[in-house]
T-cell receptor, first 112, second 112 residues
Framework: DAGVTQSPTHLIKTRGQQVTLRCSPK?????VSWYQQALGQGPQFIFQ???????QRGNFPDRFSGHQFPNYSSELNVNALLLGDSALYLC???????????FGPGTRLLVL | GENVEQHPSTLSVQEGDSAVIKCTYS??????FPWYKQELGKRPQLIID?????GEKKDQRIAVTLNKTAKHFSLHITETQPEDSAVYFC???????????FGSGTRLSIRP
């Protein structure tokens, strides 16, 4: 049983560009959450998707958007990239109605 | 707003000694408290969690205690080993697929 997977593992972009990150949840998990982890800090909640809709959102600008597909996989899109968007982006999945979240390996984004 | 404070930020202990990490949370509605271990360049891994209807939980060398009145919770690692070296994050959530609010992390080093 594969755990949470994410792609790509690393990405380099320049300011102003757009990026799409992908996540496949653990088998049987229907809820996907995205977090941003800056160097030396704890993960910060971006948003959560359930039944293909954004259910909760953290304190991130509209440049951050997402999508969930019928197979529960999810995408995170960031537009108009800023240098400060450089971080490790983590996806976590959970079972229906469960609080426990399991993390993927993350995508390390560097914005130059 | 919702906040989790964690201390110390760094902790160095002799191999075989115990390590204690303490956290406080601000939202009294929080009812689920996971702890994650993150090794360098890897994903956060859930090591233990506790729910608000329990005051203490133990799993081999790891234990967590929760004081709901004071809004404090702590991680205790006994008989520390070199492989315990990592960054540890406490977190709080309102459970049931809610977002997780992380502390700022504790870098634990085990001295041989």
């Amino acid at each position: 049983d594969a755990g949470v997977t994410q792609s790509p593992t690393h990405l380099i972009k320049t300011r102003g560009q757009q990026v799409t990150l992908r996540c496949s949840p653990k088998s049987g998990h229907d809820t996907v959450s995205w977090y941003q982890q800056a160097l030396g800090q704890g993960p910060q909640f971006i948003f959560q998707y359930y039944e293909e809709e954004e259910r909760q959102r953290g304190n991130f600008p509209d440049r951050f958007s997402g999508h969930q597909f019928p197979n529960y996989s999810s995408e995170l899109n960031v537009n108009a990239l800023l240098l400060g968007d450089s971080a490790l982006y983590l996806c976590a999945s959970s079972l229906p109605g469960e609080g426990t979240q399991y993390f993927g390996p993350g995508t390390r984004l560097l914005v130059l | 707003g919702e906040n989790v404070e964690q201390h110390p930020s760094t902790l160095s202990v002799q191999e075989g000694d115990s390590a204690v990490i303490k956290c406080t949370y601000s939202d009294s509605a929080s009812n689920y408290f996971p702890w994650y271990k993150q090794e360098l360049g890897k994903r956060p891994q859930l090591i233990i969690d506790i729910r608000s209807n329990v005051g203490e939980k133990k799993d081999q060398r790891i234990a967590v205690t929760l004081n709901k009145t004071a809004k404090h919770f702590s991680l205790h690692i006994t008989e520390t080993q070199p492989e315990d070296s990592a960054v540890y994050f406490c977190a709080a959530s309102k459970g049931s697929a809610s977002k997780i609010i992380f502390g700022s992390g504790t870098r634990l080093s085990i001295r041989p």
